[in-house]
């Protein structure tokens, strides 16, 4: 890779211009057609732009993004060579899962055999009918749980060996977990409530900024009682995400919530997912919520029975249900 004018790249002779960079988030369109044998290639792989790009995050088609970047032998390392590192961040492997509940004579199969991967800064939302075992799945990966069968491996670390000891410390360190109900403490005020996270993490957000990540900054010193119900999930979600957890886990994060006020939350949960690039699973009922990941996971009967890429994500206010 190569540099043209300032702002601009030129990658296996094709001119990609670089129109924002920051920490954050890199949006590239090709300035210009690539010639010779690689002509046409960017509108055949990616399309005429490419989508919001930033570390550790590339489009559904990422491998043929990544592939057409290797086409260059001159690349260098930056920022292309971080792209291509983080591209592969394998956070969870999940194989061959099966959960089954021993009630008295009865074996209640929860899920039946599931295998899936969830890669760094994903947004992944799970859907299908209730006892399809969308929420068994979320509270095996979280380590809520064990599975009967099989093994959850993450970040090459395989869970299904750890003991409860290292469990609590998996959670503890890495998973935020938000829920349908709030469970916030009454008697506490929403900087107290997500307080008693950072007061255990070793490297945490404050309060006041985990609030002001998903916009209560003005609420800070209200309880439970004086704030609504979107406002007291929010305050969950900040709870979550204060120790800066690799991994959020939702499950039916809006099912209590009316449609305006399940979009804020939304937007909250997609904010935490770019902004600090975690991944992200969200269990809903609500088929619409599948239009704003980048995979949607369709269960059914404890298996996954389809997998989807959004080649268009769009944005919760243009949720509809």
Known sequence: MSSGEPGMLVVAGAIIRVVEFDCLQTVLTAAGPPAGPNAGSI???VGSNFELLRPGRFPPRRE???DWLGMANEVDEDPVAEWRQSLDSLVFEVRGVTKVYHMGEVDVHALRGVDLEFFESE????????GSGKSTLLNIIGGLDV???GKVVYRGQDMTQAGEKELTRFRRLHVGFVFQFYNLIPSLTARENVALVTEIAPEPMTPEEALELVN???RLDHFP???SGGEQQRVAIARAIAKRPDVLLCDEPTGALDISTGIVV???IQRVNLELGTTTAVITHNAAVADMADRVLSMADGRISSVQENERKIQPSELRW
């Open 225 to 227: 009682a004086q704030l």
């Open 43 to 45: 509108p055949r792989l």
């Open 266 to 268: 939304l937007e909250a």
């Open 123 to 130: 947004f992944v939302v799970l859907v299908g009918p209730s």
């Open 216 to 218: 209560l900054g003005h």
């Open 147 to 149: 599975p009967s069968t």
């Open 64 to 66: 043929n993004v990544l």
